[in-house]
């Protein structure tokens, strides 16, 4: 069974610098504490292959996401090898300017496995367990976007939008 969750918020930028920070992955585990590392695999231009080390609820995760860019409005993704309790895992990052900044919005489509996901995550139940992963994805998401929001206001952010402006 396929489940989506969609999240969105407001990002005070314009769409080109909060598109660039969701773009460029190596700055995450500046930006957020749930990525602790991130290793670019394969790069060119529009598309990513990466592994991201997550730290979610005392555990650790390492994932291969594969990324798609319509610069700079938005971004797809998918994990060939998701954590053991989803049998798939994509989404969409989309950005969309508005008068007061950069809306964002993610939407995670996953195929859950009810048995393994209730193991590894010591669930009761399968609800349990489904609740457990969305509340995380939902966690993990608008983490990332009032990191980015914060980290655009912040001068490290500002020198790198001049930077990126100069070249």
Known sequence: ?????????????????VFHCFWRAELWPRLTSHVTTVEMLQEQDGYQRYAMRVHVDGKDYVLET???????????????????????HAGLWSFEEGSSGTRV?????????????IEA??????????????????????AMIEAVNKFLQSQEGCNLQEARMAN
């Open 1 to 17: 069974m396929i489940i989506e969750l969609v999240d969105s918020g407001s990002i005070c930028g314009t769409v080109t610098d």
């Open 105 to 117: 919005s993610v939407t995670h489509r996953i195929d859950v496995n009810d048995q393994k996901a």
């Open 121 to 142: 995550l010591g669930a009761k139940s399968v609800e349990d367990a489904r609740q457990k992963i969305l509340g995380n994805l939902h966690k993990n998401g608008m």
């Open 66 to 88: 594969q990324r798609i860019a319509v610069a700079p409005r938005s971004i797809s993704f998918q994990q060939p090898k998701p954590p053991v309790f989803m049998n798939s």
